[in-house]
């Protein structure tokens, strides 16, 4: 009879514990996933994610890329990804096969951005620094080059004329390469490098100022954060080393 008591005790220890665990790895894979993200399923199939991955070890210590595990947790249906994270549109099981993955640190909902843009110089009241001078030039942009990461940019426009330090930068659903060939088939980078940089008939917050003009979107105008990370990145650190040559 003891025995059996002990044994019982023993099956029941054993229950408690096997709960718990499953509780804490319950608690740790729905901590990497945001609310939103959870809230967003419930209404759609599907949900577009940021997935922060990181490097994990493996048998025998060996490395794995965090990138390519979140890539085989989605069946290789990422829609991109830079550094270390991964953009995705994710149903429910996808998502559980990322929280399973040891490699996925964090899943948010990807903020959406749609290319409007509505601000002028009153607004931020700009042409009010114009008339400053530091080291003997006015503040309007002279010797600054402003990166515009939209359609593209139409650089025989009036307003845009001569501003240009190269043609368009293409980049869309490629690796990003200068082509003389294309403008912007939608107008909105030309309106966004004219809000920026415009300076005949009509003055742009900068005018003193010149342009690159990226071309990442389309007449959709829709893009993914993760994205335009990888596109301001190109702007900060690839540009200017092929720019050395306009210096």
């Not at 002990?6 to 029941?12: D, P, S």
Request: with cysteine; hydrophobic share 45%; net charge negative.
């Amino acid at each position: 009879m003891r025995k059996e008591a002990v044994v019982i005790c023993l099956v029941v220890i054993s229950l408690i514990l096997l709960l718990f665990s499953v509780l804490a790895i319950e608690n740790g894979e729905s901590e990497k996933t945001t609310t939103d993200v959870r809230e967003a399923l419930v209404e759609n199939e599907k949900v577009l994610v940021v997935i922060e991955t990181q490097e994990t070890s493996g048998f025998f210590g060996i490395k794995k890329d965090g990138v390519k595990e979140a890539e085989k947790a989605l069946d290789g249906e990422m829609l991109g990804n830079s550094g270390n994270l991964v953009v995705a549109n994710i149903s429910e099981e996808e998502l559980r096969n990322l929280e399973e993955s040891k490699s996925v640190k964090r899943i948010e909902f990807s903020p959406q951005f749609k290319a409007m843009l509505q601000d002028s110089i009153g607004v931020v009241n700009a042409s009010s620094v114009w008339p400053v001078q530091v080291s003997s030039k006015n503040i309007t942009g002279i010797d600054t080059t402003i990166c515009v990461i939209d359609s593209g940019a139409d650089f025989s426009n009036p307003s845009l004329l001569g501003k240009n330090k190269t043609c368009v930068i293409d980049c869309f659903n490629k690796a990003c390469v200068e082509n003389c060939s294309i403008s912007d088939d939608s107008g909105h980078g030309t309106h966004v490098a004219g809000i920026a940089a415009a300076s005949s008939g009509i003055n742009g917050v900068a005018p003193g100022a010149n342009l690159i003009a990226l071309k990442v979107l389309v007449c959709q105008w829709n893009e993914i954060l993760a994205t335009l990370f990888a596109f301001t990145n190109y702007c900060i650190l690839i540009l200017p080393k092929s720019l050395e040559k306009f210096m």
